[in-house]
């Protein structure tokens, strides 16, 4: 490879910057609510946005906040002033990190603003349902809580039914707090967009296809924050088609995201926010790119069962059900293996993230499926996402050695 | 009214005779393996030093982890109410009582009697405890009594994160590898010391003044740390290391 | 003691307990939870038997839970795979927290029960779909069992079970009244063999052994020792004997609990009339809440106070087992209500096997010499 090669590759991404404004933009937004008289939802990040943008309510993601706590590295200090407050250290660190900064208005932005109501969908854990609970008596407002049945081996006709039923109380709900009706066009509308921005957005994790790889997963966790955020806009849809094109212009390029891209690895889990960086060099350091990753690709996994586009809200339920992380491990295999196969790994790195017991506990038996069907191998390092107090960096090291050892062996 | 305490603590035995308001001695050894004959042993030995006969007192009242072990006791009191008690001795101003010893720490609020109002121990694991300090002495190589002061002269602590002691002895390690003072490195380790202890602080809420006892508050250093952390003062009596002890012959008056 | 051998017996040794039932033909299913509808399992002629975590170490059971679940979850799954739970038909997993929803998975794949079923109960229970969920579930359940198990369960099978069931709690329920009024009539380790043993038992014996039980306790003259302590014990499981035993040589005396393997297990009957499956169905959605599932925001705090006021109790002590997130987030409120009202209270994380009994005396001993 030449010099000129290696200059090409590894560049900045156009679409950071936009990407920088657009959520400055929406948090000012959702924090000057107050004045413009929008309300303000909490909503946790696999909840049902759609029908909140149908109704111009500002949806409000704690855990994207909380990712953005971590990315500062002010995790540490709100999970100690929440075990402060009685929350365990072994709690969830977006929850503890969230439920202290309510209390000192403290992280990178001053804190959330207000809620009005809170919206929980329980398909990514039980811990949202009660972090939730805490909040909804600290601020002392509605609490809606989407139940989505955990689909262990198929989602059943009963929980079919039940969630029907609940997203009708959704609407009854959101119409009492503001008072008016929602308009049914107006949600179609926001659902079609919806689904537009996920494809958008499958579309452009897709192009890590291509060897090598225009982004990392690195980039993915960057680029997701407007999929949980404002998924339902024509922001969300400009932006991703604009960031597709960077992709697709990169791969004609021949423009990789790492300098030298020699092996290609799947990421597992949420990201370690605090590490981001150290992260991403020390495995480019290895010409090691985390081509793809379970996490991000959640956003878009209800297009498997979005049946009846012309109808969004009675088909969302199935989609919002069953996410990734409210179905059982053997079904996750089968996912993990379709990305392996899918992206051409050579490994497997999986963040066990003590923070999300969803997401890491059955990790070890999905770490052995792939041993077994795919025989590559894989490294699991060990953290809370936002509290960097548990995370050991020269163990994590050690780990990581290793494993890019393996995998060079193998070759 | 002459009374003993004796505190059979995970590392150190500790004894103080009481006359009425007056502490006539105290004394201080290592538990060793046999919690019974460290209490007869550092009792006779203290009588010894007094020059004062078994029978002379009264009352005896024991404490800390061996305190089952002290048969020839008349009662057996848990050390986190003798500090208090003895804290409340020293001071009947103290309101918070922090006491760090070698496998726990503890934080006791009193009410303006003396008696405690709420407490908070470590779990187990040795995160802000006078173990964690040992391991990371041993790490640096350096002598334990020397932290104190030497962590005084540092300009700027070393961030150590993590909580678990023995992620923080690899972090400690590493900052040696790379050079950094051992000044700073050791001030990081008692501010990591005193935001373990500080948490568990506010978690009983810190009212002030704030004493605090047993053998690390001889550590100028987590002291500081601590008192930074907390936003507060932090009263430390000569009588730090024997507080229990003293607590439990403060307790022997009143049985 | 020895008059309640039988349930010291079956506490204390489950697995000849068991496997004694298993001789005599009796097919057995294992639960976790208190949300477990054993009413239908028992209809359906099978025992359930609540399952503990094992006495032994764990190891087998790390090579697929992470260190940071919980004993309970950890110990189970390792006595299944170590083939201690061998005399099991199968198991049932209700809709429990995070941790249990995945140890159902990992169950499911690495061990070989002839008979498995997720219960997916509902997590909010305060509205009338989820009401019409439950029953939808259950009925699902029975099915699946039907099928399953090859047996058929009637309405008469099911409103006998009710019958059974419904004994047993009030009879708990009775004996923990007695114990409120008289706490000298029978010891915290009395209690916890009854309590559990009641979870293992033969459910038919139990319903007639417990009334006896009762006429034995109501003989006793209660003493007039008023020194001790009043406590309520709050979390999620006690498998603990020794902790009755440590708080009463402390000088305390647990007079009531809110504990999945205490009141909550018991409190609430189920409803004689009508559907029965529509009766078991609100039985679970009125019963006391666990912290995993949703009510109201205040819900477990009002109760707590509530039964601190009834029975008079002098302090609360949580017994919180490590890991255990649904209930690590509650604390803090519960704890600002004690606060409220005054009520001292003391938090103590417990893991299987306990901690050093010396800590938990201090921590006990110091909490009894505040109240």
């Not at chain 1, 398909?123 to 049945?149: H, S």
């Not at chain 1, 709900?173 to 509308?189: A, I, N, S, T």
Request: proline share 3%.
């Amino acid at each position: 490879m030449t010099d000129t090669d290696k200059e090409k590759h590894g560049k900045k991404m156009q679409s950071d910057g936009k990407m920088q404004k657009i959520m400055t933009g929406y948090y000012i937004d959702a924090k000057t609510a107050g004045e413009t008289g929008k309300k303000v939802a909490w909503i946790t990040s696999g909840g049902p946005v759609e029908p909140l943008i149908a109704m111009d309510i500002i949806p409000v993601y704690p855990e994207n906040h909380g990712a953005m706590i971590g990315a500062s590295k002010m995790g540490a200090d709100l999970c100690q002033k929440a075990e402060e407050m009685g929350y365990s250290g072994d709690l969830c660190s977006y929850a503890r990190a969230d439920i202290a900064c309510s209390v000192v208005d403290g992280g990178p932005i001053g804190g959330l603003p207000r809620p009005d109501m809170l919206v929980c969908c329980n398909n990514i854990c039980g811990t949202v349902m009660k972090w939730y609970e805490v909040q909804a008596r600290y601020y002392n407002v509605p609490l809606f809580i989407l139940d989505t049945p955990f689909s262990h081996t198929k989602y059943t006709d009963e929980a079919k039914r039940y969630v029907q039923r609940q997203v009708e109380e959704y609407v009854t709900f959101l119409e009492g707090v503001c008072k008016k009706r929602l308009d049914r066009d107006r949600m179609e509308e926001v659902g079609r967009l919806s689904v537009e921005a996920q494809r958008l957005w499958q579309a452009v994790l897709d192009t890590a296809m291509n060897k090598p790889s225009p982004m990392t997963c690195f980039d993915a966790f960057f680029h997701l924050a407007l999929i949980v955020t404002l998924r339902g806009t024509q922001t969300a849809v400009d932006y991703y088609r604009s960031l597709l094109e960077e992709m697709e212009q990169r791969v004609a390029d021949g423009i990789g995201a790492i300098p030298n891209e020699k092996y290609r690895l799947l990421w597992d889990n949420l990201p370690i926010w605090y590490r981001l960086k150290w992260l991403s060099q020390k495995f480019a350091a290895h010409d090691a790119c985390l081509v793809a990753d379970t996490y991000t690709s959640a956003w878009c996994m209800s297009l498997r069962y979005m049946t009846d586009e012309g109808n969004f809200l009675d088909s969302m339920g199935e989609g919002y059900a069953r996410a990734y992380l409210n179905i059982g491990v053997d079904e996750m295999i089968k996912i993990v293996l379709e990305m392996v196969d899918k992206y051409d790994v050579d490994g497997f790195v999986m963040h066990s993230n003590r923070s999300c017991k969803p997401y890491s506990l059955g990790q070890y038996d999905i770490q052995r499926a792939v041993q077994k069907e795919r025989g590559i191998p894989s490294v699991i390092i060990e953290s809370h996402m936002v509290d960097e107090r548990s995370f050991s960096e020269s163990q994590t090291e050690t780990r990581i050695d290793a494993f890019m050892e393996m995998i060079g062996q193998k070759r | 009214m002459i009374t003993a305490g004796i505190d059979i603590g995970s590392i150190t035995a500790k004894a103080v005779v009481l006359s009425d308001d007056r502490m006539l001695g105290s004394k201080v050894a290592f538990s060793g393996y046999n919690a019974q004959q460290a209490g007869k042993g550092i009792f006779d030995d203290l009588l010894k030093e007094l020059e004062m006969d078994a029978s002379s007192i009264e009352k005896i009242v024991s404490t800390g982890y061996g305190r089952n072990s002290v048969t020839f006791a008349d009662k057996a009191i848990t050390e986190i109410i003798c500090h208090g008690a003895g804290a409340y001795y020293l001071n009947p101003e103290v309101r918070t009582v922090i006491d760090v010893g070698g496998q726990d720490s503890k934080v006791l609020t009193i009410h303006s009697n003396g008696t405690v109002k709420d407490f908070a121990m470590n779990d187990k694991c040795a995160a802000g405890t006078g173990r964690f300090l040992e391991v990371m002495a041993r790490a640096m190589e350096s002598d334990l009594d020397d932290f104190g002061p030497l962590s005084l002269r540092s300009g700027s602590p070393s961030k150590i994160s993590s909580i678990c002691t023995v992620f923080a002895e690899s972090e400690v390690i590493s900052l040696i590898a790379k050079g950094e003072s051992r000044e700073n490195i050791i001030a990081g380790i008692h501010e990591s010391v005193a935001s373990r202890i500080s948490s568990m602080a506010r978690r009983v809420g810190v009212k002030e003044p704030v004493m605090m006892t047993g053998g690390v508050a001889r550590n100028i250093g987590v002291v500081r740390a601590l008192e930074r952390a907390l936003g507060v003062s932090i009263e430390v009596s000569e009588f730090a290391q024997v507080n229990g002890a003293l607590g439990a012959a403060v307790m022997a008056v009143n049985l | 003691m020895e008059k309640l051998s039988d349930f010291y017996e079956a506490a204390l040794d489950t697995e000849k307990y068991i496997r004694n039932l298993k001789v005599k033909g009796k097919r057995i299913m294992g639960y976790m939870c208190s949300y477990t509808p054993e009413e239908i399992i028992l209809a359906a002629g099978i025992h359930p038997l609540r399952l503990f975590s094992t006495k032994g170490t764990i190891s087998l059971a790390d090579a697929h839970l992470q260190a940071y679940s919980c004993s309970l979850a950890r110990g189970v799954l390792e006595d299944a795979l170590a083939g201690r739970l061998d005399f099991l038909d199968g198991a049932v997993f209700p809709h429990t927290c995070d941790t249990i929803q995945r140890l159902s998975d990992i169950w499911r794949l690495n061990t070989r029960f002839a008979f498995f079923a997720d219960v997916v109960l509902p997590v909010k229970l305060d509205t009338e779909s989820a009401r019409q969920y439950m029953e939808d579930v259950l009925r699902k359940f029975k099915g699946d069992l039907e099928v399953g198990m090859d047996v058929r369960i009637t309405d008469a099978a099911l409103k006998q079970s009710i019958d059974t069931y419904n004994r047993i709690r009030s009879s708990l329920n009775t004996i923990y009244e007695l114990r409120s009024a008289n706490p000298d009539i029978l010891t915290g380790s009395d209690l916890y063999a009854i309590v559990k043993g009641s979870m293992i038992m033969d459910r038919e014996y139990l319903a007639k052994r417990l009334p006896e039980v009762i006429e034995m306790f109501k003989e006793r003259t209660p003493s007039t020792d008023t020194e001790k302590k009043r406590i309520i014990l709050t979390g999620s499981i006690c498998d603990q004997p020794d902790i009755y035993t440590v708080f009463e040589k402390a000088g305390g005396v647990v007079v009531w609990d809110d504990l999945c393997t205490g009141s909550r297990y018991f409190e609430g009957l189920v409803g004689t009339g009508g559907d029965p499956i529509a009766s078991i169905a609100n039985r679970y959605i009125e019963r006391p809440v666990c912290p995993a599932k949703h009510t109201s925001n205040t819900a477990r705090g009002e109760r707590l106070l509530e039964a601190v006021r009834k029975h008079n109790a002098q302090g609360v002590v949580f017994l919180l087992m490590k890991f255990c997130d649904p209930h690590d987030f509650d604390y803090p409120y519960l704890k600002e209500f004690l606060d409220r009202d005054n009520i001292p209270s003391m938090l103590l994380q417990i893991e299987d096997p306990l901690q050093s009994e010396g800590q938990l005396l201090t921590r006990f001993e110091t909490f009894i010499h505040m109240l």
